[in-house]
């Protein structure tokens, strides 16, 4: 479990003040995946690295699995970070070394293990990112998805509670991109691993997380599960994000929606009420006839959910907006 309270910073740059994250309480539950977004410059670099002290924070306290993070001398703040894995964007690993020197490395420095120790555990790990043929290359050797696994190795070699992850599939194409966010997904559920993400994409943060909190300026502007932020979006910045993700122009949208009659309606299905006839019912039932204006069929993690923007038109408009709304749905009427 980790707790922020309060915790924040401030960096000082040519006797300017520069508050890059504003005094914040965050809370991750052990064992989730928890993501925070925004864009550029919104402190989300620098909240995740106060979690492990690679940046000393200018105000609050630091509490992981009830231990005060922020009160660690230098010998307690290197045992802690061995529980604490890490991976990055550009994979930060060492050029000059093999794929295997690179994995046994947090070994070698955290000492207390005989070398065929470190080569044991360093095997088992190449086996579970699937890299067992590559233990003797040299990361310039590798591609961005394999060297993104052997970042993934080395941060788990110490067997720590809990994964950092700074961008760590956004210098990736989409099927690598896929693959790695899988291969956390299953270390989560296999290792009970606590996992704190940072992304700027909101597609990251449907398929992998459980949780999430939106950044803007330094402060967290939003949080919740994803479902229900993903889904209902309240702040701007979220809306944007999410917007972004379903690649939907609103502006455009609305435009289009001027050409359409009746009252149209947007239907939000979580769970098994997405694969449910519920339309061809609701429509048989109350006589009227409806157009569907934009939709979407997709998960959030392995959750199935719909979103559907349709235009209801004829018979008893009123008696099938009551039917939707008493369904397992969710109903918003965008043009009365
Ligand atoms: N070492 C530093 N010294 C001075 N200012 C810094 C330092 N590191 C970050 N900042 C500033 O703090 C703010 C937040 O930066 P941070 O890197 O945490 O944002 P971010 O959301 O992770 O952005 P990005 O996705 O671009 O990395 C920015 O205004 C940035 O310029």
């Given amino acids: 479990m980790i707790e922020l309270k309060q915790v924040g910073k401030t960096y000082r740059l040519d006797g300017r003040d520069i508050p890059a994250v504003r005094p914040t309480d965050l809370f991750v539950e052990q064992g989730e995946v928890f993501g925070l977004i925004g864009h550029s410059g919104a402190g989300k670099s620098t ?16 509490v992981v699995d009830g231990e005060d993070v922020t009160a660690l001398d230098p010998a307690g703040l290197r045992a802690f970070r061995q ?6 964007q550009h994979f930060n690993l060492l050029s000059s070394k093999t794929v295997a020197e690179n994995i046994g490395l947090p070994l070698k420095f955290a000492g207390g293990r005989s070398k065929a120790q ?14 067992e043929a590559h233990a003797r290359k040299y990361p310039a050797q ?9 970042g993934i190795a080395r941060a788990l070699a110490t067997e720590p509670r809990i994964l950092l992850c700074d961008e760590a599939t956004s210098a990736l194409d989409p099927q690598t991109t896929t693959q790695v966010l899988q291969l956390l997904s299953d270390i989560n559920r ?8 940072i992304t700027h994409e909101m597609d990251v943060i449907r398929r992998v997380c459980d949780r999430v909190a939106v950044m803007d300026a330094g402060a967290i502007v939003e949080q919740g599960t994803v479902g229900d932020v993903f889904l209902h979006p309240r702040h701007p910045t979220t809306r944007r994000f999410v917007l972004e993700a379903e690649q939907v122009d609103e502006h455009e949208q609305l435009q289009d929606f001027a ?17 449910a006839p519920l339309l061809g019912t609701v429509a048989r039932e109350t006589g009227v006839d409806y157009s569907i204006l934009a939709g979407r069929i997709d998960h959030i993690k392995d959750t199935p959910y719909g979103q559907l923007t349709i235009a209801l038109i004829g018979g008893d408009v009123e008696a099938a907006q009551r039917r939707l709304g008493e369904a397992d749905v969710h109903l918003e009427v965008l043009r009365p």
């Fill in 190 to 197: 296999e290792l009970g691993l606590t996992i704190v993400l």
């Fill in 142 to 150: 590798l591609s961005g998805g394999q060297k993104q696994r052997v």
């Fill in 47 to 62: 909240l995740l690295r106060l979690i492990n002290r690679l940046e000393e924070p200018s105000d609050g306290r630091i």
């Fill in 259 to 275: 050409h359409v009659g009746g009252r149209i309606l947007r239907l939000t299905f979580r769970g098994d009420a997405t694969y």
């Fill in 83 to 88: 529980r604490v894995g890490m991976i990055f």
């Fill in 118 to 131: 470190i080569a044991e555990r360093v095997d088992a790990l190449l086996a579970r990112v699937g890299l």
